[in-house]
């Protein structure tokens, strides 16, 4: 199982407790009321549950309940609902005292199976390095955007220059690695999944995000890659609530994991 070097889960004598101190750096949104980003919270939702199984993550989601502001400290409760011979079914609840900010269930596991496949291929794009880099609008230094790299391979980045209309698909490609510049593994996918929220602004030509209700993942064949290309699409916007999916793909095109997520519809700003 690949770490991570973004956050550090802090084990207890207790072998189902952690606990996660958040800062800014595992933060995003406005300086001034900055929250834990939703997919760092997935994530150590997922590391958490393959410390105490000892087992790999093959698929997780998150239901998110509450903010988690910088400052604070997450406490991590995992509990293994069914073990098996090969695979574990297990939850974890987040807490910042007594108010539940987040729940994370998975299947964590693996078996021994020759056959394998992948019927999703990557998109042809431009190499990362070919590839304008991106910024986020606000132009804000901080939080977690400071650990990655974006490189927007198509579709237009919310960079707060006035889009041209609705786009007629949705969908937008961007390249991402890690400043720091480790290998990307499934905790760091949990993270990368969550930035789905960044094609609102294409599809809809106009400044807009969301804050997240919940976040899937499924892993495929995960294998070391500096870039991971993320193909991702908003589906749908009705009734105020965004619907998202995203492909990760490493630079050799193995379908690394697939992301779906619902957010809340905020908008930004006119255009």
Known sequence: MMTNN???LQATPDPHRYYLPIAPSLAIGPPERMFMFGGVGLAAGIEAMQRTTGRSVMWATAQYLSFARPGSVIEFDVRVSTEGRHNSQARVTGRVDDKEIIVVNAALGARTDEMQGQWVRMPDVPPPLACPEVSHWRGVL???RDHFEKRLASGR????????????????RVWVRMREGQPIGPILLAVIADFAVEATSHALGRLAG???LDNTI???RVVPSEWVLCDMRIESIHAGVTHAVMHLFSETGVLLATASQSLILRHHGQQ
């Open 6 to 8: 973004i956050f550090d």
């Open 142 to 144: 901080g939080g977690i």
């Open 218 to 220: 499924r892993y495929g």
């Open 157 to 172: 980045f919310p960079s707060g220059e006035p889009l041209d209309g609705a786009s007629e698909d949705g969908r937008m």
């Open 210 to 212: 969301g804050n997240s």
